[in-house]
């Protein structure tokens, strides 16, 4: 691998690194940051380890979660820096405070859109996570795996592949999954503690997005709202309403669920996820939003009940033209 | 393997063969079933596959579903047998009809308490599953891994670990995942149909119990309640339960969650589930019921609000107890 050898250079040449990745992180943004943070503290170097928002709480299981700090938290300017998961500059948040002037940073990751904004730019979109990235560079490392950093490569791979159920669970990922739990890490309560445990504000958001739940008459569309009330006194954070919207999408013989949320200024915000039909990023563009195929967004200003009736036939139309 | 001889001993005496998995088939029942199926029709035996029970819907994604068949839908007496996944002969449900007087039947189940009914047992409690003793088999027959095996044999897996997050889930059965979606097959499509698609009416039951979601001052317990009135509205099979009681034991923090349930002979069914502390199946015990340390139940003759005077104060008991 060719990237190997400016990896180990860089490392050579640190003796202090910051180690950052993106705003509002999500497991593979949390382990990869623990799992490099580790490995350079491994080396002796010095390691900084930095996020601007704080660690959601379902990680601190892992070890040494508290160890990443805010970016209040710290003073000084790094030469060396580590980006991970982070597909542009502005994903590492606000950091500009803590370069030096002549920061070398090394940009890893495994978003195909990934900007390449780093001075190294290790950015592998076949990879399923950042954390299998870091695995890779392990192996040729020749570095031992003991259960601390198996347990950081096992939390990244199974939140980034929704517990080995999305597409880009490949052989590898299984593969890299068994010679991580080989280690003898506890996986089941990783995964009871990363995938399955919830707060009871997003079982109270999700039982009121329940009691609106409605299906088209050909039961091929799903919908819910929540409306400003609801998330007044349940949301925390955003990842929550994500969960929401895909339990309309899960119903047997849905093509399309929908979540209409209220928000603070006066707009609905419009969540789309399909299972195989209709392309919800064209439907989403039409309304001045966006996204994927299979899940994507947009805004309308109005009311709930506004929102829903453009949305609907919208939906209808694109059902029809497909059955065509 | 010491088995191996056995079982190919018997396929060898064999031209028809009657293959059967317990009522209420779960996922690795379904998948042992066809895959025993499929692997005995390549090898040109004539092969009936049947349960007392319907196949769930969402196993329809698997090829030659359809070839299973109710018990009252054949005839004739089969003096070959093979049964999966059945821990005891009662499990098989009613079908001493379809058995000739001298039946030999191959008993391969994965159940430490299998009551080694059969001829021959071939009873593997390390196995993670029933798919996981056939893939062995295959290995050892020389078998080539096709597309439809393979995703027979990945659903069961998937199901059994409870999509890969049990404890079960071991080094070996990560690799044998790894080897089923080499063959091509999209893991993520079955992953999607068999655990994350839910009916309707099993959103509806969890929007009814969710909207009973109470949780304890210190937070170690959270419990639900459904009435009669939900559950003769909503309530399709008793799979959808289990999923029930999980959502209250998986909040973050709870130790134990319950959810109670009134049913039609006027008893209350109580499920309890629990993390780390309480034994519930000491508790369920204490009540007339049954079960293990994390997972079990009890009945109680009388109304909802009865029910939860008589089993909270007993948890309480268990947390203070565990607390000294």
Not at 17 to 36: E, F, Q, Y
Not at 64 to 77: F, Y
């Amino acid at each position: 691998m060719v990237w190997f050898e400016s990896l180990q250079h860089f490392i050579s040449e640190a003796d202090q690194v910051l180690i950052v990745s993106h705003v509002n992180p999500d497991g593979d943004a949390v382990s990869s940051t623990l799992a490099a943070g580790y490995l350079l503290k491994r080396w002796g170097k010095q390691v900084t380890m930095v996020n601007e928002s704080p660690v959601p709480k379902k990680f601190f299981i892992l070890e040494g979660t508290k160890e990443i700090v805010s970016t209040d938290q710290i003073s000084g300017r790094f030469r060396h820096v580590i980006a991970l998961d982070c597909a542009d500059r502005e994903r590492m948040g606000n950091i500009r405070q803590l370069l030096a002037e002549d920061a070398f940073i090394i940009n890893i990751d495994h978003h195909a859109t990934n900007e390449r904004f780093g001075d190294v730019n290790i950015v592998v979109p076949d990879a399923a996570a950042t954390v299998e990235i870091l695995f890779d560079w392990v192996e040729q490392a020749g570095v031992s795996l003991d259960q601390r950093l198996a347990s950081y490569l096992y939390t990244g791979l199974l939140t980034d592949t929704g517990g080995f159920r999305y597409s880009n669970t490949t052989p590898k990922v299984l593969r890299i999954a068994a010679q991580l739990v080989d280690t003898g890490i506890e996986s089941h309560k990783i995964a009871d503690a990363v995938l399955e445990t919830v707060t009871i504000e997003q079982l109270q958001l999700l039982q009121k997005a329940l009691s609106s739940l409605r299906r088209s008459d050909d039961g091929l569309v799903a919908w819910m709202s929540l409306s400003r009330k609801d998330t007044d006194a349940f949301l925390q954070s955003h990842e929550d309403l994500d969960g929401i919207v895909n339990y309309a999408r899960n119903i047997l013989g849905v093509d399309v669920g929908i979540l209409f949320r209220e928000t603070e200024d006066g707009t609905v915000k419009v969540s789309l996820r399909s299972r195989e039909f209709v392309d919800v990023g064209k439907v989403a563009k039409a309304f001045g939003g966006g996204g994927h195929a299979r899940a994507a967004g947009c805004t309308f200003h109005g009311s709930l009940k506004e929102a829903e009736e453009k949305m609907l036939p919208r939906l209808r139309l694109e059902l029809e033209c497909e059955k065509r």
